[in-house]
């Protein structure tokens, strides 16, 4: 799913993430404010402050975020455009949150090498919406991306070389092994075992530190294929780090 993130892209993904609940984002032009700080606290360091406020000024003047007033005090949120463009964007994260169906979604493909440049374009599309590799150029995800695949392939004259299947799994590997060697679940839990014992001990945590946590719990975030539960181990450490990172 990861890709070349910009301020901008943090701030979609940060408030999709915390929703309308997030009433922690107060005066945002105001740098020194405890709110500003804040929201500013889950991007990457290498983002400069002003280049990240005129994100927030930029997104506000597009309609992307808005600001209301909630208990005296300004606050921002995605506004229905604003979702609108993390749900498309970022389709992984409302997704998963659904049961899955029982289908899987196959893309197999045999490009040309007179083709190359097209052919690591639909990699990466297939990539960033966190597909699986189960063979050489047969990729599987859980998700119905049907309607997305089939604008980018026909967009890109693949038509010919890509096939989109869906299957049921009738016997072989239980889903959840499957999904575990897949998608190489284990690399992804002991980053979220890392960064759950990095904090498990700590009562509380100074400012830094929390931002710190964010910030690299996004980074994982980033990487995560978010499979819907039915697909993951049923004690997924993930779930515990969502937690401590929404609810500290």
């Keep these: 799913m990861?890709?070349?993130?910009?301020?901008?892209?943090?701030?979609?993904?940060?408030?999709?993430?915390?929703?309308?609940?997030?009433?922690?984002?107060?005066?945002?032009?105001?740098?020194?404010?405890?709110?500003?700080?804040?929201?500013?606290?889950?991007?990457?360091?290498?983002?400069?402050?002003?280049?990240?406020?005129?994100?927030?000024?930029?997104?506000?003047?597009?309609?992307d975020i808005e600001k209301i007033i909630t208990s005296g005090q300004p606050v921002i949120r995605l506004s229905s455009q604003g979702k609108d463009k993390w749900t498309r964007e970022f389709p992984l994260f409302t997704l998963s949150l659904k049961p899955w169906d029982g289908w899987w979604r196959m893309v197999g493909f045999d490009?040309?090498?007179?083709?190359?440049?097209?052919?690591?374009?639909?990699?990466?599309?297939?990539?960033?919406?966190?597909?699986?590799?189960?063979?050489?150029?047969?990729?599987?995800?859980?998700?119905?991306?049907?309607?997305?695949?089939?604008?980018?392939?026909?967009?890109?004259?693949?038509?010919?070389?890509?096939?989109?299947?869906?299957?049921?799994?009738?016997?072989?590997?239980?889903?959840?092994?499957?999904?575990w060697r897949v998608w190489q679940l284990e690399k992804l839990e002991e980053r979220y075992e890392g960064l759950l014992s990095s904090v498990m001990n700590k009562d509380t945590l100074i400012r830094k530190e929390r931002f710190q946590l964010q910030v690299k719990f996004e980074e994982i975030i980033l990487?995560?294929?978010?499979?819907?539960?039915?697909?993951?181990?049923?004690n997924w450490v993930g779930y515990k780090v969502y937690n401590l990172v929404l609810n500290r």
């Design 111 to 179: 490009i040309p090498n007179i083709l190359k440049g097209k052919r690591e374009s639909l990699r990466e599309k297939i990539e960033r919406l966190g597909m699986g590799r189960l063979q050489e150029s047969l990729y599987i995800t859980p998700f119905d991306f049907g309607i997305d695949l089939r604008e980018f392939i026909e967009s890109h004259g693949l038509s010919s070389f890509v096939d989109v299947f869906e299957a049921r799994h009738t016997f072989g590997q239980d889903p959840r092994d499957l999904a």
């Design 2 to 63: 990861r890709k070349l993130l910009r301020p901008r892209d943090y701030i979609v993904v940060t408030l999709g993430i915390l929703g309308d609940t997030f009433e922690e984002i107060k005066d945002p032009f105001a740098i020194q404010e405890k709110g500003y700080k804040y929201l500013y606290g889950w991007v990457p360091e290498r983002w400069q402050k002003h280049n990240f406020q005129r994100s927030v000024e930029r997104m506000l003047k597009t309609g």
């Design 223 to 234: 990487d995560d294929p978010l499979l819907p539960k039915e697909l993951l181990p049923r």
